[in-house]
């Protein structure tokens, strides 16, 4: 049974950094985008990062480029999210999300399995 689970998350001030991880338990982690979204209090999920499958490719929101990195061992199953000079607006829930894919494509949605998220707040 496919896994996501999150860790990392907490309470930091403006400018700080934090680094998430994800854990998957996944047929075959190589065959997998894998994805970080978000969503804050009274506000729809949004896409954040992606990486492909060999981990050679990522597309990031407009939001995060320049401050955020994802990345990913395949080796041990698990994808990060580097988060520098964190801002206010940052603060939400952060989910993990895999999809298959047999390109190496890094797909905005379609996304089959999620984690259970992890909060991060970020005050001012």
């Known amino acids: 049974q496919a896994q996501l689970v999150e860790t990392g998350g907490g309470l930091v001030n403006v400018g700080a950094s934090l680094k998430l991880s994800c854990a998957a338990s996944l047929s075959t982690f190589s065959d997998y985008a894998m994805a970080w979204f978000r969503q804050a209090p009274g506000k729809e999920r949004e896409f954040v990062a992606t990486?492909?499958?060999?981990?050679?490719?990522?597309d990031y929101a407009d939001s995060v480029r320049g401050r955020f990195r994802i990345s990913r061992d395949n080796a041990n199953n698990n994808a990060y999210l580097m988060m520098e000079r964190l801002k206010p607006e940052d603060t939400a829930i952060y989910y993990c999300a895999a999809a298959y894919t047999v390109t190496g494509a890094t797909p905005r949605r379609g996304y089959s399995y999620w984690g259970q998220g992890t909060q991060v707040t970020v005050a001012s």
């Open positions: 990486i492909s499958r060999a981990g050679k490719r990522s």
